[in-house]
Every structure is written in C-alpha cells, then in structure tokens.
C-alpha cells in the first residue's frame, strides 16, 4: 500500500530553528509537496520538489532524497505565526496526491 | 497566478435538505478539480476527482448518489451534497493545479453544518 509518514506533533522556540521529517511508500513518484494549514483554513503550498537535493525559499527549504523515500522540511527563525499544521503529500505514478496525515507545529516564545 | 475560488465559506442547513458549493479558478483552466473533506484535527481526505465534461470519479467509500459533482467549464465545478445530515458537517475544500510544479492550489473551502 501506499504510506506517508511525518511526526503528529512538535514544540520548537520562536527564532529557533525545526526540522519536519517525511518519509514515504509510495507507487512511483512524480513529485513531494509541502503545505502549510493553519487552524479553520485551507492548506497553502509551500513548495515542490522532484529532483534530489534542498530547494531554498526564503525562511522555508524542503529537502529530497528519492533513494530513501525522505523529505523534510526546514523552518529557520521561528515566528509565532508558523504555529500551523504542515502536511506533506507525495505525487504518485497516476498523479494521483497520497497525503500524510500532517504535523502539528507549536511555537512556543 | 493561480487562484481558486471557493464559495460559500460557511453554510449551516437543516437536516434533509441540499448544498451546493461551488469551487471557480479564476486565472487558469482546469480540465480536473478535486474535492476533498476533513474533519477537526484529521488529514485532507479526498471524496472525489472531478473531469471537466465527463464523470467524476468518486473515492472508494464515498456515495456518489449523495456528493454529486458537476464540472460543466473548465474554470467551475460544483459539489451537491444531498439530503444532508449532521455527519455531513465537515469542512469541504476544492484543488485544482495549472501545472504540477506550481502545486495545487486549494480554494478557500466551505465550512458546512447540518443541524
């Protein structure tokens, strides 16, 4: 079956640095997602990447590795407003989104 | 660019009766929208995919006799839910993409609440 894991929750400080880890199992791959929820909202897109390697935007970087089926997500100097759900979603080989069942991110000051 | 629409953002009905929600993107066309529910503190669940002029393909669990979808242009589709009734209350969110690398870009979704 098709699996996509990331941690339920997780506490970080405001102006620190966190690390949202992905892993997944999926039927072929045509690309990672990562998407930012905040509370009552609908989900943004925060980035996509393909192709091995860190994709950098601005305060957010998402990495891949499609050998090992991993994606994390970095979040550099905390804001309280990055207190959110972060969901990661994996595209398979029918382009069909397989999604994890996302990591709540606290931000604490 | 990019921009999808959603409306309405909240909808409380009584029970029995029917809801359409319809979700628009605005700059872009969209030959295939998706419908998604979630429930409080739950994953996005997807319902249903829809096709811009053919049937929709429905998830396997979720009645296509009660969310009926409809994707007559390729900028609007629209999700009936029919006969509603409180389990029904969940938040309802429409994606479509303009291209893959862009993401897929989610309406504002609509908060429905049978009573």
């Known amino acids: 079956g098709q699996n996509i894991d990331q941690p339920t929750e997780m506490t970080a400080t405001e102006g620190a640095i966190v690390q949202i880890n992905c892993t997944y199992q999926?039927?072929?791959?045509?690309?990672l997602f990562w998407y930012q929820q905040h509370a009552g909202e609908a989900p943004t897109f925060l980035s996509y990447?393909?192709l091995d390697g860190l994709e950098e935007k601005g305060r957010f970087s998402s990495f891949l590795s499609r050998s090992k089926g991993y994606s994390y997500l970095l979040l550099k100097e905390l804001q309280m407003k990055d207190s959110a759900s972060y969901l990661c979603a994996v595209l398979d080989s029918n382009y069909q989104l397989i999604w994890g069942a996302g990591t709540k991110l606290i931000i604490k000051p | 660019g990019a921009v999808v629409s959603q409306h309405p953002s909240r909808v409380i009905c009584k029970s029995g009766t029917s809801v359409k929600i319809e979700c628009r993107s605005l700059d872009f066309q969209a030959t295939t929208m998706f419908w998604y529910r979630q429930f409080p503190k739950q994953s996005l669940m997807l319902m249903a995919t829809s096709n811009e002029g053919s049937k929709a393909t429905y998830e396997q669990g979720v009645e296509k006799d009660k969310f009926l979808i409809n994707h007559a242009s390729l900028t609007l589709s629209t999700l009936t839910v029919t006969s509603a009734h409180p389990e029904d209350s969940s938040f309802y969110i429409c994606s479509a993409s303009r291209e893959v690398s862009y993401g897929y870009t989610f309406g504002s979704g609509t908060r429905l609440t049978v009573v």
């Open positions: 999926t039927s072929g791959f045509n690309g």
């Open positions: 990447n393909v």
